[in-house]
């Protein structure tokens, strides 16, 4: 993803305005946040593709950041990505390690963590740890400071979601709550779309985190699929089309995309 210097302002309590941009079609929705200022995303659609420009601000409630999981402000960012309008499902899913899509309101979904096991850390996982161990947030204690929507702060102020914030079908209208890094829609359809991956039992092997398989490691679930389930990537059909879905169990949210990803996003590194 395409990010520029994130602006010196901090936000707290405020007004928050979203203006959206689909074509020549111009609208504007007035918000107020706790924990955020103002919220501002341009989408528009030319020449094959679909552009966002944001700066990454939430145009809902936040929570309170730094917090004790988090040490980190809001600070607005400079967000520029464009995907294509009309993607192509491939036989291979490709693995994303950063960004994987972008939400209606401009605020980007990352569903890994930069934390992996680490005996010698004080609460287990570093960014150093054992890279076959991947820590996935919703299994860490305290969830590394993730609010009421599922979003925290990264290191370079950018807030982020790792599942559902729930205000997104609200300001969609619909089940779609954004797109991924490929060109697919995203949606949530909590009480229709079901997970294909499932907790493995039994404990983990010698060289492993101690313990049973409890959902801390993104290792500790398997793909199993299955009828009426989504694909790996958390991917299906919906009205014929096929699309990406956040789900409430694992993955959440997708951790890998069937099509040809745009150079904007996939970026590893954490900000």
């Not at 405020?14 to 919220?39: C, D, P, Q, R, Y």
Request: proline share 7%; charged share 20%; glycine share 14%.
């Amino acid at each position: 993803m395409r990010i520029g210097q994130k602006s010196p302002i901090l936000y707290f309590m405020g007004k928050v305005l979203s203006l959206v941009t689909f074509g020549a079609i111009t609208s504007a929705l007035t918000f107020h946040a706790f924990g955020a200022s103002e919220n501002k995303v341009e989408i528009k659609t030319t020449d094959g593709r679909r552009c966002f420009k944001s700066n990454g601000i939430p145009d809902h409630p936040t929570g309170h950041f730094p917090n004790r999981g988090n040490p980190n402000f809001i600070t607005a960012q400079d967000i520029r990505v464009c995907i294509t309008i009309e993607p192509t499902r491939g036989p291979i899913p490709q693995t994303i390690k950063g960004i994987i899509g972008i939400a209606i309101n401009g605020v980007p979904f990352r569903p890994n963590t930069a934390g992996f096991w680490d005996q010698t850390a004080r609460r287990g996982h570093s960014r150093r740890g054992n890279k076959n161990w991947s820590l996935d947030i919703f299994g860490a204690p305290g969830k590394l400071g993730l609010d009421f929507n599922n979003g925290h702060v990264g290191r370079g102020g950018m807030y982020h979601y790792h599942g559902i914030a729930r205000s997104l079908t609200r300001t969609s209208g619909s089940s779609l709550v954004g797109y991924a890094g490929d060109g697919f829609e995203i949606h949530y359809l909590p009480n229709e779309i079901k997970s294909g991956w499932q907790l493995k039992t039994g404990k983990r092997p010698p060289d492993a985190p101690p313990g049973n398989y409890d959902g801390s490691f993104n290792e500790d679930y398997e793909y199993l699929g299955g009828k009426n389930r989504l694909d790996q990537c958390n991917g299906g059909k919906i009205r014929g089309q096929y699309s990406y879905f956040i789900t409430d169990n694992y993955p959440f949210v997708p951790r890998c995309l069937y099509g040809k990803i745009s150079p904007d996003f996939g970026r590893s590194r954490h900000r």
